[in-house]
């Protein structure tokens, strides 16, 4: 049996009904999904105040049937959005999820770490000491919803753009929070530095060094190097990136944690499961 457990982004097949997302991703062998529900489902608002237990226990029923579940729940949201307004709703949502996330027999909500500027691209402030204190101000509060309903923060890094953009502060943060219900989506990828890639092997092993006790989670696709730096998010086994390398480190370590990958689709979604199957085998 497969130590690998694969999945995709229910978004990356569409939008339409739970019914219609579940059969269409269905017809590959893959054994879970993470789910943002407003880019999957567009009677999903991206706001408070739609999600019930009756919804999610549907939305788990109906995957279940066709043999996937719910790995993650994708609320990606900016925790120190410059509006207070704005972070404030995000935060709402977010804390939504986590309340009914065990509805969708799911244990883990992700998100990024956010930016300074409203749609998360690179601010230079984003490294500050005083964007990292606001962001463990929202993480804490996450943190107290997540422990009274069992489930999990999953916080993603990306190098260089977003506020945990080291894995020096990705340790930070987890310290600064000191809450069992905060763990880590791991993304090498993301979490390259833009011009270290020719250490991949180096980075991925530092990484379940610092924090990979904390690791509930992998995202997983490709890069390639332009003018010496990292480029392109990727579909797995169209670049670079050393999958052999991660999933010995994944075996060892971390057997059967969900593995969602990226950029996949309807055309390519059966190439790439191909290669991270061969890619698997070279572990043995």
């Keep these: 049996m497969s130590q690998i457990n694969i999945g995709v982004r229910a978004h990356d097949y569409g939008q339409g009904?739970?019914?219609e997302i579940a059969e269409r991703i269905g017809q590959?062998?893959?054994?879970?999904?993470?789910?943002a529900l407003p880019k999957s489902f567009p009677f999903i608002l991206e706001q408070p105040g739609q999600i019930s237990p009756g919804f999610g226990n549907y939305v788990r029923d109906v995957f279940a049937e066709q043999d996937i579940n719910i790995a993650v729940l994708g609320c990606y949201i900016n925790p120190i959005h410059p509006d207070p307004v704005e972070r404030e709703l995000?935060?709402?949502?977010?804390?939504?999820?986590?309340?009914?996330?065990?509805?969708?027999?799911?244990?883990?909500?992700?998100?990024?770490?956010?930016?300074?500027?409203?749609?998360?691209?690179?601010?230079p402030d984003n490294h500050t000491q005083a964007a990292f204190d606001e962001l463990v101000v929202s993480v804490k509060r996450l943190a107290s919803v997540a422990e009274r309903h069992g489930v999990f923060v999953g916080i993603e890094g990306v190098a260089h753009h977003h506020t945990i953009n080291t894995y020096e502060r990705m340790t930070a943060l987890l310290d600064a929070v000191d809450s069992p219900n905060v763990k880590v989506i791991y993304d090498p990828v993301n979490f390259?530095?833009?011009?270290?890639?020719?250490?991949?092997?180096?980075?991925?092993?530092?990484?379940?060094?610092?924090?990979g006790d904390r690791i509930v989670a992998i995202h997983c696709k490709?890069?390639?190097?332009?003018?010496?730096?990292?480029?392109g998010d990727l579909p797995s086994g169209t670049g670079e990136m050393d999958h052999v390398h991660l999933f010995s480190l994944l075996k060892q370590k971390k057997p059967h944690v969900h593995v969602i990958l990226e950029s996949t689709n309807q055309q390519n979604v059966g190439q790439i499961l191909h290669f991270i199957a061969e890619a698997e085998i070279q572990t043995d």
């Design 192 to 211: 390259f530095p833009l011009t270290e890639c020719d250490e991949q092997q180096r980075l991925m092993d530092d990484a379940f060094d610092a924090f």
């Design 90 to 123: 995000s935060l709402q949502r977010f804390e939504e999820h986590l309340q009914f996330a065990r509805d969708f027999g799911c244990a883990i909500v992700g998100t990024e770490t956010g930016s300074r500027n409203a749609d998360c691209t690179y601010h």
């Design 17 to 19: 009904s739970v019914k």
């Design 222 to 231: 490709d890069f390639v190097k332009e003018d010496g730096q990292k480029a």
């Design 28 to 35: 590959y062998p893959v054994n879970c999904v993470q789910l």
